[in-house]
């Protein structure tokens, strides 16, 4: 496949780039602005990147948008050899509108590119409606990487440091960059749940479903708790215990879903590379299933025909 659709928030931008930071020796970003919470999402990575000279990262101080803690973050990256540029709009007087992201392994023969609507921000990379196009096909994406690095002998683009930053915080107001009220939305926050050990329901469920599994040798059961009894976590705790590569949940309210990804994403410590959710249109033999999460420790692609799908384990959730 040469190009697909990423659209937020059905897609979590912050895990593709991720995941292709990890297949990449070359990194190339062009954002217009960049918000810290969004650049902590794939800053670790940066960081971790095996040839730090190889990431070059360009974004602006167009509408004075990007967060001047964002840009001393670039700098722990450029200390470690990476190129980090700020395009001065400002003084140039003109508009640096561009969201892309470029990932090149010559040897692996992989090219991939992201172009759309996605800076790097929190609300961007989880929440907004926003819609990015992934383009594998290698003419193109060379030719996108060339037309980013001509940006590399622009009057008008500095190579950051202490200085650029201080004087771009002398014309920075935070109170009046309106995208921050963005950034703030904690609707996709893990509420961290009191918990110190299971309660008593909860063990005793627990090792019944151990036992269920590897002395009895089922492969299916059904867990039937009172509210506030603590299903969610309880699953979340079976999941520790199984230790399944990969994870079906299903529900039909999304207010279930976002509960239990906060749960799994608190209980397993580790956690799963991936997380998705998918609304389900089609009709699953003995169940009308219209929402689900996968949870996927290792594959890269997930294919949501159910009917084939196979699953180390499936959890549903209570209707």
Sequence with gaps: MDSKLIDIPNNELDE???????????????????????????????RSFHKPSNITIITSNYLKSTEPKALRKLLVLKSLGAKVYLFDSITSRENFHIKSYYFENEDKNFYSCYIGSSNISFSAFKLSHELNVEINDKRICKEHKE??????????????????ISDYEKIYDENKNIFLEFEDNKSEEITVIPFKKPNAVQEEALAVLKKARNELNQNKGLVVMATGLGKTILAALDVVQFKPKKILFVAHREEILIQSKNAFKNFIVNGFKRIRTKKLLKKIPNAEIKQAYIYHKYSKNINWDLNGFMMILVLIGEC
């Design 16 to 46: 593709i780039i991720n995941q292709n930071i990890e297949q990449s020796n070359k990194v190339l970003i062009v954002v217009s602005f960049i918000f810290e919470k969004g650049l902590e999402l794939v800053f670790d990575k940066l």
């Design 147 to 164: 037309k980013m690095l001509n940006f590399l002998s622009h009057p008008n683009l500095l190579e950051i440091n202490e200085e650029v």
